[in-house]
């Protein structure tokens, strides 16, 4: 009965407090309010908590002692001290330095977590129980905390005690393997995508939640992992082979089940042309001057095309390779097909869609100067998603938070730092 008592209790404290915050987030950001924990570093984690951070949650970044995050250092390029990898993912963020293997550091980490409403981290499995943090323990004195827990592997079963990386992760949940060309050697991907789908992921089960808390005032713990999110991103693949049995092969750039549909080379450049049905096809080929091709019989229709993907893809290469990626996106203005140019990087940020996008934003660093970042990809007409706060400097608010929201004194402040617990 006292059990029940005190989760109704937490349950109408609560409810009253997301009233409060809805109507004040109504006309600014939409997590204005919210409090989260931040114990993660390198990717997976920190583009989680970015993304919540640009939706106006207050997010608090716990670093280790002297050394903070781990991206902090990967570089060149740096931007005065700090490296663009982790100025890419930390914005909207305050930095603390906290050791957490001592007693008085535990005890900070449990006092901010009585406050917060979401907290966030990627230790192995296990090390956060060993520190007396883990989700039983917290829960025990926030029974609202959201606890989001993102791993290699899972908190459990026979790779759970192993470290985990985005490369190791797509290796052995297929993504690896089906990337590349044809006839290659299998490639890892441009970018990080297994951890940054699995940073997806867990955003949108903390915000998933966020909203069960509301009508049950109670937080729950949310098991996150690189290896499940890189299986479930498998789509059409894993469907493919669990009900058909096929097995998934390296396309290059082409589509397994759509010709065409790849990259081609031009005369200055590559440009990837989609022709995903019959009239798409036809009006393709009608705008390279090669009509006949939409007519022959081995071309008739999807399946035919995939059937005899090779010639016509070599016809239609010899074709595209005349001329330059300006000419052909001049011939293909206004076409009903996709297409587009493989864009450098300097491309990339020139493109007028991309500026009318508005995806790059500056923001001021205390000590770094202006820097460009790029914004977030999602427009709310009601709401805030934007670039507050540049990312911090290593432990740049400790003092801040240990004073204004712990109610320290600056006398024990100074205290933790002679003894190694803050810096």
């Known amino acids: ?30 997590l204005s309010g ?10 997976a984690g920190p583009y989680c908590t970015q993304i919540l951070g640009d939706l106006g949650a207050d997010i608090l970044k716990v670093e280790r002692l002297k050394v903070g995050d781990d991206t902090r250092s990967w570089g060149p390029p740096f931007v005065g001290n700090t490296s ?11 930095s603390i330095c906290i050791d957490l293997k001592s007693n008085n550091g535990r005890k900070i980490i449990q006092d901010l977590a009585l406050q917060s409403d979401v907290l966030v981290e990627n230790y192995l499995p296990g090390k956060m129980e060993e520190y007396g943090l883990g989700y039983e323990d917290l829960q025990k ?35 690896i393997y089906v990337t590349g060309p044809e006839d290659g050697a299998p490639c890892k991907t441009g970018v990080a995508l297994t ?19 509301q009508k049950t005032g109670c937080g729950q713990r949310i098991s996150a992992n690189l290896l ?43 440009i990837t042309i989609g022709g995903t049905n019959d009239r798409q096809f036809r009006e393709l080929c009608s705008r390279i001057n090669r009509s006949h091709l939409s007519s022959d019989p081995k071309y008739l229709t999807n399946a035919l095309r995939v059937e005899h993907r090779r010639e016509l893809v070599e016809e239609l290469g010899k074709t595209l390779s005349t001329k330059t990626n300006a000419e052909w996106l001049e011939s293909f203005r206004g076409a009903h097909f996709s297409y587009g140019p493989i864009n450098s990087l300097s491309e990339v940020f020139a493109d007028p869609q991309v500026q009318h996008n508005d995806m790059v934003q500056e923001v001021d660093h ?26 911090p400097e290593l432990g740049q608010h400790t003092e801040s938070i240990l004073q204004e929201r712990l109610g320290y004194s600056l006398a024990h402040i100074q205290q933790l730092r002679d003894s190694g617990v803050v810096n």
């Open 1 to 30: 009965m006292l059990r029940l008592l005190r989760a109704d209790f937490f349950q109408r404290k609560f409810l009253r407090k997301a009233k409060t915050a809805f109507k004040y987030s109504s006309s600014t950001d939409a």
């Open 34 to 43: 919210v409090k989260v924990l931040d114990l993660t570093r390198v990717l």
């Open 84 to 94: 663009c990898y982790f100025i890419s993912i930390n914005r909207n963020k305050k």
């Open 141 to 175: 004195i926030n029974p609202q905390l959201i606890y989001c827990s993102i791993t290699g592997y899972g908190s459990s079963g026979p790779y759970a005690s192993r470290p985990g990386y985005d490369v190791i992760a797509s290796s052995m949940g297929g993504l």
């Open 195 to 213: 951890d940054l789908a699995t940073g997806l992921y867990a955003h949108g089960a903390i915000m998933a939640a966020l909203f069960q808390r």
């Open 228 to 270: 499940s999110t890189q299986v479930a991103c498998l789509v059409n693949l894993g469907s493919n082979y669990l009900m058909a049995g096929q097995e998934a092969k390296r396309w290059g750039t082409a589509h397994e089940s759509i010709v065409p549909y790849q990259a081609f080379a031009t005369s200055d450049g590559y």
């Open 366 to 391: 205390p000590s770094a100067g202006t820097l460009k970042l790029v914004g977030p990809p999602v427009k709310f007409s009601g709401t805030g998603n934007r670039i507050r706060l540049p990312p």
